[in-house]
């Protein structure tokens, strides 16, 4: 069974940075795909940004792109997200998730199996 644990959330200044991390445990094949998710109040859970585990290239959401970058350290089996020149609208719950194989909807978030528990993001001044 995979498991995903999130961890690397809090409060941040605008403009700041913060890096997330996801454990991943339990997954059985390279042939993976691992994705960031974000959800605010009162709003729908929405995609950020999505890799293969091995090779292609990671793809963002357009809100996103230029500030934030999804990484994985192998050795780890860690996925990390890292957040820049961050903005008030950022502020949500932040989840990591996976699923083997690839889409070509890797931003719809019915595509993924396995999910992290969540950690929450806060940008303020």
């Known amino acids: 069974q995979v498991q995903l644990v999130e961890s690397g959330g809090g409060s941040v200044q605008i403009g700041g940075s913060l890096r997330l991390s996801c454990a991943v445990s339990g997954r059985e094949s390279s042939d993976y795909t691992m994705a960031w998710f974000r959800q605010a109040p009162g709003k729908e859970r929405e995609f950020i940004t999505a890799?293969?585990?091995?090779?292609?290239?990671?793809r963002y959401a357009d809100s996103v792109k230029g500030r934030f970058t999804i990484s994985r350290d192998a050795a780890k089996n860690t996925v990390y997200l890292q957040m820049d020149s961050l903005k008030p609208e950022d502020t949500a719950v932040y989840y990591c998730?996976?699923?083997?194989?690839?889409?070509?909807?890797?931003?719809?978030?019915?595509?993924?199996?396995?999910w992290g528990q969540g950690t929450q993001v806060t940008v303020g001044s």
């Open positions: 998730a996976g699923r083997y194989g690839y889409s070509t909807n890797y931003y719809d978030r019915t595509g993924y199996a396995y």
């Open positions: 890799r293969r585990w091995v090779g292609s290239s990671p």
